[in-house]
């Protein structure tokens, strides 16, 4: 019979388990029946329970019920358990419930989702973002460096950085550099690469000095990630460099990283190299060069032409960008319609970019009624990223969609605009 079968039946009889029980089994259960999103109550008796607790695996239950409970009177514990226990395994799943108290998620795995071993509900370069109106405890962000800092086991050192990014701890930047340039990570490529691309998100010009000098890093993985992360923070005194490295690589897709880098930048200087690269052989530098003039102010009014005469998707996006973003919104429907197609995510990036950079969030809200479900699903994840309070009334009635995953994304959209 199984542990969870055996726990139905114990609480259809009326039997409590207990957390006190000289029984693995039955405190495992105990800390099953506790695991329910806001059960409050249960928090001071986990954080007892795992202080005595020998057994790793119901640990780890522990710290995953705490996450799943949510509620930030469990953040000390969970902050003690990831500097402090000895078993990796637990200070991973401490790690990513603490993430879960700051980051709503949705947890379709059922009542015993977390049972027989670690939840990783955030992964470690693609999780989920805090909200900008959520404030993260100090201590949090600081037992996170102390991981850095301290910890002997490099995965979790990578996955602290992540998660310093997941919580847009910007605060914490001068200690990452710390890290980041002092010995100990030396000869940990993945460790330095994970604090390169958070200082990236972070996209505050205080990474600017310390990702300028990574540029040129004698690890090709490091440098390549700095190049992206510069382009991020809009640092803009790496423009020089980046402009040398441009010119001086003959590897397509080095010149290609470092090109999407400049035209992330929307530095003024850069108007000159794009308009060079309209007529390039290379597609994806036509495509740059169009997307770097977009972020500029630049009269695009010329592409009107040259989207007739190019073949390229991509590159026809990208000036169908640069001329809404010079005021031509007729060609929002060209970035709309390819929400559908296999170039759905570059479509999103300028969309996102025209309603949250150029003012021009009113084009997206007619096209809530599109006919493809996945064109309504998409606008309204971007309407979520912009996160402006005003759209609400334009989001709301798709909660009702047909389509149950349109429904989704605008509740979902309207979560993250939540005590905005």
């Known amino acids: 019979m199984t542990s969870q079968l055996v726990f139905v039946l114990a609480l259809a009889m009326g039997q409590t388990p207990s957390l006190d029980s000289a029984s693995p089994r039955e405190r495992s259960e105990a800390v099953r029946a506790m695991a329910v999103l806001g059960n409050r109550d249960a928090v001071p008796g986990l954080v007892d329970s795992y202080r005595r607790e020998p057994r790793r695996e119901i640990r780890i239950e522990i710290v995953a019920a705490l996450g799943r409970i949510r509620d930030l009177s469990a953040a000390p514990l969970l902050t003690e358990a990831l500097t402090t226990d000895f078993e990796r395994e637990v200070r991973l799943q401490a790690m990513d419930s603490l993430l879960g108290l700051y980051i709503p998620i949705s947890d379709d795995g059922g009542f015993f989702s977390f049972i027989g071993g670690i939840t990783r509900v955030f992964s470690d370069e693609e999780s989920p973002r805090i909200s900008s109106n959520v404030t993260v405890d100090a201590s949090v962000k600081e037992a996170l460096v102390q991981v850095i800092r301290t910890d002997f086991d490099d995965e979790l050192r990578r996955v602290a950085a992540h998660a310093l990014g997941s919580l847009n701890a910007a605060d914490q930047i001068p200690a990452l550099v710390g890290e980041l340039e002092g010995p100990r990570h030396r000869e940990y ?67 290609e990283r470092v090109l999407q880098s400049i ?23 036509r495509e740059l060069a169009a997307e770097g003039l977009a972020r500029l102010d630049y009269d695009a009014s010329g592409f009107a032409a040259r989207i007739g005469e190019e073949g390229n998707d991509g590159v026809r996006l990208a000036q169908a960008f640069a001329l809404v973003a010079s005021g031509q919104s007729g060609h929002v429907d060209s970035l709309v319609e390819a929400l559908d197609t296999r170039r759905w995510s570059q479509a999103e990036v300028y969309l996102y970019e025209l309603g949250r950079f150029h003012g021009q969030i009113g084009l997206i809200y007619p096209n809530l009624r599109h006919p493809e479900a996945d064109v309504r699903e998409r606008l309204l994840q971007v309407l979520g990223r912009i996160g402006d309070p005003e759209s609400r009334p334009y989001i709301q009635p798709l909660t009702d969609d047909r389509n149950a995953d349109v429904a989704a994304a605008a509740v979902g959209a309207l979560r993250r605009m939540v005590g905005r």
């Open 263 to 285: 035209a992330l930048m929307r530095h003024p200087e850069a108007v000159a190299l794009f308009e060079s690269l309209l007529d390039s052989r290379e597609a994806k530098e």
């Open 189 to 255: 490529r993945d460790v330095r690469v994970a604090m390169v691309r958070t200082l990236g998100l972070f996209q505050d010009q205080a990474a600017g000095p310390a990702l300028t000098r990574l540029l040129r890093d004698a690890d090709e993985d490091v440098a390549r990630e700095a190049i992206r992360s510069v382009g991020l923070i809009g640092y803009r005194d790496a423009y020089p460099q980046l402009v040398n490295l441009f010119r001086s690589r003959s590897d397509d897709g080095e010149r």
